[in-house]
């Protein structure tokens, strides 16, 4: 698999407070990751740790405080001129997470296709942006005529698509997803989960996943990356971290997530812990106040990525201190 | 409290919205009912009348929204036509209601111990330090520390307005509590920790708790009893654990099919295809019909009732009376 995009020490801060304050909120601070063509990774993590300010990164909408990001092995800070900005912009489009303020409620939804098109591919001509709209919607699983329609006579779910609909317009080669399913009704989410795998499977598209739903991340990704206050926790691909878990965000996460298939039990320890403070932090681990395992280093050296498993990487004091072939420690299960 | 009764019974209610383009029934002949200490979890997908439906108990409704039908007896009084001042005596002090958004919910501009204290007050003339004493418990009750007392909204975390919120729910110990999606604005692992705590001070002090939420997997180990909502109507009813193990109605296997797993093997979901009736424009026959992949031509023309199947309640065609069989494609289902 070849590589699309790395990130290389991707860190952004920013300023809160007054003019005169000097305090800064380190929303993600270095962080190294890569997604390969035709991958879908999904990136998970509380609210506030960081994962859609990546999003804003890749995006360009924010500019990032420092580290690069590197899309087909091109530094994205190198592109300077409007068609170059333009081309990367239509490469790597992004789906937002609400679909009722996403979309201009006075145009019809073709309105956002078509303006992109006109944007994005000037070659073409008024008729072949009309049929490249409905070619569009059509693999989004939309009929013609919804074209005509208004935001307003459309349901969350197909509003989402809609929303894919015009990233694909783009011939993009990333989507960044940043929760496109958490606020439709459970029964159509599976609906644009399969939507994202059947473009990754024949449009050859990779996407960004943004959730924090563990369970869907499994069901459409490749890999998955969790962040907690804006670093990496753990990274791998999806079914080795998720059967084995070796940070212990990373078991906490796992161990809410409701299954209802899973007989009927209430677990005895529960985390009560807050967010984590991610405002001027102290060096450490960002994890340790809510840590049941964490030792004295914990307090005093950041854990950097550390591959304990093949392609398994895990930044956890704890976790990289065990011999090899020991039973992973369990913080919670 | 020694033994099960019944604090809530509602029957026939209906709900209208009233609208120039005509009645809207949102809420459509639903009867149940709640026994002392009973969690009872009602799930459905957006539109689906839930809300509503919690409304109408706690008589909260405001116009275009009005009980077309029905009653909700509550200890023995029905509410539905209760005056506010009859209906404030038993507000908040023998029924509270958590609502979904508490950064809405609550007032911005006030304490969390000042609106306490305000809710106290509407309610007897307690004197200051039985609110501060009161108030101090039923903080640490949640697991705040009262020092929070002080504090505004926007100090807390999404999780803590919401505990602060069921804390203010029970200042005086009611006997029921509405629930409604009052864990959606929060992640997996602080709305886990809130589900776990709602249990726990529901066991400790024996309120029954109406709790509504559109992710059925989310009370599948916390509710008693499970109530399926589609486009009004009740379509399953039955104790929890029934109806994850055996669901009867198909719209009801859909959305249990609808969840992906997060362990053992992955296979493919299809969910539920279509979206939701216009309650305007309601199909004929069985309103999950044009969704239902098992539906008959009769499910087109025929709506059915409540049947009762094992102690559960279903309203399927196929739990009538045996007629039709309960699998697919025994009897040509409509191709679509």
New interface residues.
């Given amino acids: 698999m070849s590589e699309l995009l790395r990130a290389e020490h991707l860190t952004r801060h920013f300023k809160i407070g007054g003019a005169l304050s000097r305090r800064t909120l380190h929303a993600v601070d270095d962080v190294n990751f890569s997604i390969g063509d035709r991958e879908i990774v999904a990136l998970a993590g509380?609210?506030g740790s960081g994962k859609s300010t990546i999003a804003r990164l890749l995006a360009r909408i924010y500019s990032p405080t420092s580290g690069e990001m590197y899309f087909q092995g091109q530094p994205v800070s190198a592109l300077r001129s409007r068609s170059d900005r333009l081309r990367y912009s239509g490469l790597v489009p992004m789906v937002f997470q609400d679909p009722f303020g996403s979309m201009n409620p006075v145009f019809r939804v073709q309105h956002g296709v078509l303006r992109s098109l006109k944007l994005h591919r000037p070659e073409l001509s008024g008729q072949q942006r009309q049929d490249e709209a409905a070619r569009v919607f059509d693999v989004v699983g939309l009929g013609a005529d919804m074209l005509e329609r208004f935001p307003f006579e459309l349901?969350?779910?197909?509003r989402q698509r809609v929303g894919f609909a015009q990233a694909l317009a783009m011939r993009p080669k990333l989507i960044l997803a940043d929760e496109p399913v958490s606020m439709l009704?459970?029964?159509?989410?599976?609906?644009l989960?399969?939507l994202m795998v059947e473009l990754r499977d024949t449009m050859g598209v990779s996407v960004l996943y943004i959730t924090?739903?563990?369970?869907?991340a499994?069901?459409v990704a490749d890999r998955l990356i969790v962040m907690y206050a804006g670093q990496i926790a753990e990274t791998g691909p999806i079914e080795d971290v998720?059967a084995s878990p070796r940070h212990p965000y990373t078991q906490?996460?796992?161990?809410?997530?409701?299954?209802?298939?899973?007989p009927?039990?209430?677990?005895a320890e529960?985390?009560?812990g807050?967010?984590p403070k991610v405002i001027d932090p102290s060096p450490g681990c960002r994890f340790r106040w809510r840590c049941p395992l964490a030792i004295d280093t914990c307090a005093q050296v950041t854990p950097a990525l550390a591959e304990l498993e093949p392609h398994h990487q895990t930044a956890c004091h704890v976790a990289q201190a065990q011999p090899e072939g020991a039973e992973p420690v369990q913080a919670f299960s | 409290m020694s033994e099960a009764h019944e604090i809530l019974e509602v029957s026939g209610l209906s709900v209208d919205y009233v609208l120039d383009r005509g009645d809207v029934r949102a809420v459509d002949d639903v009867s149940f009912t709640l026994n002392r200490g009973e969690f009872l979890g009602i799930v459905g997908e957006s539109g689906c009348g839930k809300s509503t439906l919690l409304f109408a108990v706690a008589q909260l409704l405001a116009p275009p929204a009005r009980v077309a039908a029905g009653s909700v007896a509550f200890e023995g009084t029905n509410l539905v036509g209760l005056t506010d001042k009859q209906l404030s005596a038993i507000r908040w002090r023998d029924m509270s209601v958590v609502m979904q958004s508490a950064m809405n919910a609550l007032n911005p501009v006030k304490s969390i111990g000042a609106q306490f204290k305000d809710a106290m007050k509407a309610h007897g003339k307690p004197s200051n330090e039985e609110i501060q004493a009161r108030s101090a418990e039923v903080l640490r009750m949640v697991g705040i520390d009262p020092v929070h007392l002080k504090s505004y909204p926007h100090q807390l975390s999404g999780g803590m307005r919401q505990r602060s919120m069921i804390a203010m729910a029970m200042l005086f110990t009611p006997d029921l509590i509405i629930m409604d999606e009052p864990t959606s604005a929060l992640d997996v692992v602080a709305q886990r920790s809130l589900m776990v705590q709602i249990k726990e001070l529901q066991l400790s002090y024996g309120f029954a708790v109406i709790f509504v939420t559109h992710d059925m997997s989310l009370i599948s180990h916390f509710s008693d009893r499970l109530m399926v909502m589609y486009a009004g109507q009740v379509d399953e009813l039955g104790a929890t654990r029934t109806v994850f193990d055996r669901p009867l109605h198909p719209y009801t296997q859909g959305l249990l099919e609808a969840f992906p797993s997060i362990r053992g093997p992955k296979v493919p979901l299809k969910g539920i295809p279509g979206s939701p009736p216009d309650l305007a424009r309601l199909p004929s026959g069985c309103r999950f019909h044009p969704r239902c992949p098992l539906a008959v031509e009769r499910c087109t023309q025929v709506a059915p009732d409540l049947y009762e199947v094992d102690q559960a309640l279903v309203r399927c065609l196929r739990r009538q009376d045996g007629s039709l069989p309960l699998e697919a494609g025994q009897e040509g289902s409509l191709s679509r």
Avoid: C, M, W
Avoid at chain 1, 212 to 216: R, T
Avoid at chain 1, 252 to 262: F, G, H, I, K, N
């Fill in positions: 509380e609210s349901s969350g779910g197909q009704d459970v029964s159509i989410r599976i609906g989960l399969n924090h739903d563990i369970a869907s499994r069901y998720l906490l996460l796992v161990s809410a997530v409701p299954d209802p298939r899973a009927l039990s209430v677990a529960t985390d009560r807050e967010p």
